[in-house]
T-cell receptor
Framework: GENVEQHPSTLSVQEGDSAVIKCTYS??????FPWYKQELGKRPQLIID?????GEKKDQRIAVTLNKTAKHFSLHITETQPEDSAVYFC??????????FGAGTILRVKS | GAVVSQHPSRVICKSGTSVKIECRSL??????MFWYRQFPKKSLMLMAT?????????EQGVEKDKFLINHASLTLSTLTVTSAHPEDSSFYIC????????????FGPGTRLTVL
């Protein structure tokens, strides 16, 4: 089955700097890759997603890149703000079916 | 749009009792709902996929007789934790997909289960 690895497990950045979180997946048939932000005790919130027919997608300060050949995808957050502090999860699935999540990254933005 | 609710948000029960958690899609019909479990400071683990009108598909290692899933309508799926024990204490989150052709899953707010 699918296996998703996520790095780093924790990431501290200074406010205004960029943050990059990387994930790799094992199932070459996976074609949908969402990223979620989760605050303590709350539901995961979709922040951006990408499908396998696209190499890059951007939404304001957030971007995701996908390398299908290498089977890895990355989340980029620019101009980080304290409110970006949270746990971020990547996930992979085939056609939006069962999502397999990465282990998560605790992002701390220091002001 | 695409709002998913869960009830209750928190439940504390005694060991040996059963607990039912409801997951509702409020403004859309969900043919497929998913149930996840999340331990503190850990990732979400898929427990089962719930399809309206048919039996749920459980992930490997998830006891189907312990975690009963019913998806009786296009807007409601329930998870019943039977004979709960302290090790079942966890954060249970459901999600729903709008349509088979639409990838995004919308998550409920989660239910914090504590078994004493």
């Amino acid at each position: 089955g699918e296996n998703v690895e996520q790095h780093p497990s924790t990431l501290s950045v200074q406010e205004g700097d960029s943050a990059v979180i990387k994930c790799t997946y094992s199932d070459s048939a996976s074609n949908y890759f969402p990223w979620y932000k989760q605050e303590l005790g709350k539901r995961p919130q979709l922040i951006i997603d990408i499908r396998s027919n696209v190499g890059e997608k951007k939404d304001q300060r957030i971007a995701v890149t996908l390398n299908k050949t290498a089977k890895h995808f990355s989340l980029h957050i620019t101009e980080t703000q304290p409110e970006d502090s949270a746990v971020y999860f990547c996930a992979a699935s085939r056609n939006g079916n069962k999502l397999v999540f990465g282990a998560g990254t605790i992002l701390r933005v220091k002001s | 749009g695409a709002v998913v609710s869960q009830h209750p948000s928190r439940v504390i029960c005694k060991s040996g009792t059963s607990v039912k958690i409801e997951c509702r899609s409020l403004d859309f019909q969900a043919t497929t709902m998913f149930w996840y479990r999340q331990f503190p400071k850990k990732s979400l683990m898929l427990m089962a996929t719930s399809n309206e009108g048919s039996k749920a598909t459980y992930e490997q290692g998830v006891e189907k007789d312990k975690f009963l899933i019913n998806h009786a309508s296009l807007t409601l799926s329930t998870l019943t934790v039977t004979s709960a024990h302290p090790e079942d204490s966890s954060f249970y989150i459901c999600s729903a997909r709008v349509a088979e052709t639409y990838n995004e899953q919308f998550f409920g707010p989660g239910t914090r289960l504590t078994v004493l």
